[in-house]
């Protein structure tokens, strides 16, 4: 499968913006049990940001519960993350991955395949 990202861009702080991933190579997503985002900030580790499975059942990182909101249109073969309210500190480059099949995973290593990364500016 390849993942393709978009959606990143420069925003003030406490602005919106929504990423779009769109899975291709694959007939439907829903193959993927679970599709996830991460984030990484420079000089700082990859870190999960969201996580949802095919059922719709979602887990966020607490740094962005009640911020961020992580769905699925299987229809399209996309996956969004919406983003609200969003920090300085929140300044990454975002990357999608579908996992690899380990059930709940929450490790990179969990993943099997990683789009190419959208780069996150907020502004203070």
């Known amino acids: 499968v390849q993942l393709q990202a978009s959606g990143g861009g420069l925003v003030q702080a406490g602005g919106s913006l929504r990423l779009s991933c769109a899975a291709s190579?694959?007939?439907?997503?829903?193959?993927?049990?679970?599709m996830g985002w991460y984030r990484q900030a420079p000089g700082k580790q990859r870190e999960l940001v969201a996580i949802i499975d095919s059922d719709g059942s979602t887990t966020y990182a607490d740094f962005v519960k009640g911020r961020f909101t992580i769905s699925r249109d299987n229809a399209k073969n996309t996956v969004f993350l919406q983003m609200y309210g969003l920090k300085p500190e929140d300044t990454a480059v975002y990357y999608c991955?579908?996992?690899?099949?380990?059930?709940?995973?929450?490790?990179?290593?969990?993943?099997?395949?990683w789009g190419q990364g959208t780069l996150v500016t907020v502004s203070s």
């Open positions: 991955a579908a996992g690899s099949g380990v059930p709940s995973p929450t490790a990179p290593s969990d993943f099997g395949s």
């Open positions: 190579g694959i007939t439907s997503i829903l193959r993927i049990r679970d």
